[in-house]
């Protein structure tokens, strides 16, 4: 499927589960792991139209996604921790919460979201 693009979400979210249902049927497969964000598709205190469909999907065939919490790029993206703990602290004073959101789809609720 790399390099096919889709006119909408709907018709990404269509052959997704259409290949859910082929995995699943053929090699039994149930936790589906890939990374899928969209920053710009929910608002912080929203559940996206791409979580409602991943939900979806995962209710109607008894099985799990786990994606990516974000695709930030490398001027947003949170540098590594620290070690020491007063160093940690200072970036989180300096950040602030609203820099590490996540991204649409990992507010979904019948999956797993994950972060480095």
């Known amino acids: 499927m790399l390099g096919q693009y889709y006119s909408t979400p709907d018709e990404f979210f269509d052959q997704l589960e259409e290949l859910v249902v082929h995995a699943k049927a053929e090699a039994g497969t149930r936790v ?63 950040r602030g919460a609203r820099d590490d959101g996540i991204t649409a789809p990992a507010e979904h609720m019948f999956g797993l979201s994950v972060g480095p």
């Open 32 to 94: 589906f792991n890939f990374s899928l964000g969209s920053p710009n598709g929910r608002t912080r205190h929203s559940y996206s139209t791409f979580a409602s469909r991943l939900d979806e999907i995962a209710r109607l065939h008894d099985v799990i996604f786990v994606v990516s919490a974000g695709n930030l790029d490398g001027t947003q993206r949170r540098p590594e921790w620290p070690v020491e703990t007063d160093k940690a602290l200072e970036m989180l004073a300096q």
